[in-house]
């Protein structure tokens, strides 16, 4: 029997690759020397695609397979993707963030009792000696009993509400939509930053969430504030995020994303107030399988016509007419 032709801008963790190298004739465009010439000549046979959210899905790419009718992404993010094309080509979108949700709200805690109780400067002061010469560290604050804003409240952003309920802290969110939970909503992000000790960015990125943490909102969270970013880069004011760092108008940021990645602005880094992780809230072995699984476990629902497991809704993302 022929195997279904299958596309891939992203290679998969390696037992996920034995599957579908068994399941499908795979065209590997992300080992071609000339991905343009590829995709023309093999991308007309493919009716799925398997990529990851940091590789860009243009239109003009999508027009060179006229047949695809899913696009299986082993990532929770997706904001490279020309999501409109998808929609109006009835293509289906699947995405990750089942598999990843639990280690991303993880990180968002790390971030944050990392940067409450100084972490990263306490390991550095144990190290250098400077605790024998100086005597004990200085004191930080405490979590328990302080409020937390989540922004964001989808699979990632309520992981992070249960955990956060554990260690004692309040909880109110921002979310575009209205929901039902035990949680308080605030309707407004300024106000809810006025309101919390720290706040969490759990939205997903792309253009409608471009700049929505603003300087003001920022600003609101005043000196002794915490801003914590799981997100994407893009979601932060960036330039307001380090000027109000360096002036202590904020204090502090616990950062797993940023504007430009790998090469993190060195004017953030270089701040004493600011914890860094390498964009690697899911980078655990299990989630990382997890997640590619996914992407197998997506492809055979379609091959098989049955309903996809972590299906994208687009509408959700599209603006539409009007909007
Ligand atoms: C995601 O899944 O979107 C994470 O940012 C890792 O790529």
Same mark, same amino acid.
């Given at each position: 029997?022929?195997?279904?032709?299958?596309?891939?801008?992203?290679?998969?963790?390696?037992?996920?690759?034995?599957?579908?190298?068994?399941?499908?004739?795979?065209?590997?465009?992300?080992?071609?020397?000339?991905?343009?010439?590829?995709?023309?000549?093999?991308?007309?046979?493919?009716?799925?695609?398997?990529?990851?959210?940091?590789?860009?899905?243009?239109?003009?790419?999508?027009?060179?397979?006229?047949?695809?009718?899913?696009?299986?992404?082993?990532?929770?993010?997706?904001?490279?993707?020309?999501?409109?094309?998808?929609?109006?080509?009835?293509?289906?979108?699947?995405?990750?963030?089942?598999?990843?949700?639990?280690?991303?709200?993880?990180?968002?805690?790390?971030?944050?009792?990392?940067?409450?109780?100084?972490?990263?400067?306490?390991?550095?002061?144990?190290?250098?000696?400077?605790?024998?010469?100086?005597?004990?560290?200085?004191?930080?604050?405490?979590?328990?009993?302080?409020?937390?804003?989540?922004?964001?409240?989808?699979?990632?952003?309520?992981?992070?509400?249960? %955990?956060?309920?554990?260690?004692?802290?309040?909880?109110?969110?921002?979310?575009?939509?209205?929901?039902?939970?035990?949680?308080?909503?605030?309707?407004?992000?300024?106000?809810?930053?006025?309101?919390?000790?720290?706040?969490?960015?759990?939205?997903?990125?792309?253009?409608?969430?471009?700049?929505?943490?603003?300087?003001?909102?920022?600003?609101?969270?005043?000196?002794?504030?915490?801003?914590?970013?799981?997100? %994407?880069?893009?979601?932060?004011?960036?330039?307001?995020?380090?000027?109000?760092?360096?002036?202590?108008?904020?204090?502090?940021?616990?950062?797993?994303?940023?504007?430009?990645?790998?090469?993190?602005?060195?004017?953030?880094?270089?701040?004493?107030?600011?914890?860094?992780?390498?964009?690697?809230?899911?980078?655990?072995?299990?989630?990382?399988?997890?997640?590619?699984?996914?992407?197998?476990?997506?492809?055979?629902?379609?091959?098989?016509?049955?309903?996809?497991?972590?299906?994208?809704?687009?509408?959700?993302?599209?603006?539409?007419?009007?909007?």
């Amino acid at each position: 029997m022929t195997k279904p032709d299958l596309m891939m801008l992203h290679d998969l963790r390696p037992r996920a690759m034995v599957q579908v190298e068994a399941a499908y004739t795979v065209h590997r465009w992300d080992r071609a020397d000339d991905p343009a010439a590829f995709l023309a000549a093999h991308g007309a046979a493919c009716r799925a695609l398997a990529t990851n959210g940091h590789v860009p899905l243009t239109r003009e790419m999508l027009t060179a397979m006229p047949k695809l009718g899913i696009v299986a992404c082993a990532s929770a993010g997706f904001e490279g993707f020309d999501l409109a094309a998808l929609a109006e080509r009835g293509i289906a979108l699947t995405n990750t963030s089942a598999a990843l949700c639990d280690d991303v709200a993880d990180t968002a805690i790390l971030l944050l009792l990392a940067a409450r109780r100084g972490l990263v400067g306490a390991d550095a002061y144990v190290r250098s000696g400077e605790w024998v010469r100086e005597g004990m560290y200085p004191l930080q604050r405490r979590v328990a009993g302080t409020r937390l804003g989540i922004v964001g409240l989808g699979t990632i952003g309520q992981a992070i509400a249960r %955990r956060a309920e554990v260690f004692g802290l309040q909880i109110a969110f921002w979310n575009r939509s209205a929901k039902t939970t035990p949680w308080r909503q605030v309707a407004d992000l300024v106000t809810l930053a006025r309101e919390c000790d720290h706040l969490v960015v759990a939205l997903a990125g792309g253009p409608a969430t471009r700049g929505i943490i603003s300087r003001e909102v920022i600003e609101a969270l005043g000196p002794e504030g915490l801003l914590v970013n799981v997100s %994407r880069g893009s979601t932060v004011d960036q330039e307001a995020l380090i000027e109000a760092l360096a002036a202590g108008r904020l204090g502090h940021a616990g950062l797993d994303v940023f504007e430009e990645e790998p090469t993190a602005e060195p004017r953030l880094v270089a701040l004493r107030n600011v914890t860094l992780y390498p964009h690697h809230a899911s980078g655990t072995v299990e989630t990382r399988d997890a997640m590619a699984q996914l992407v197998v476990d997506n492809l055979a629902a379609f091959f098989a016509g049955r309903p996809l497991l972590t299906p994208v809704d687009l509408a959700g993302y599209v603006p539409r007419a009007g909007d």
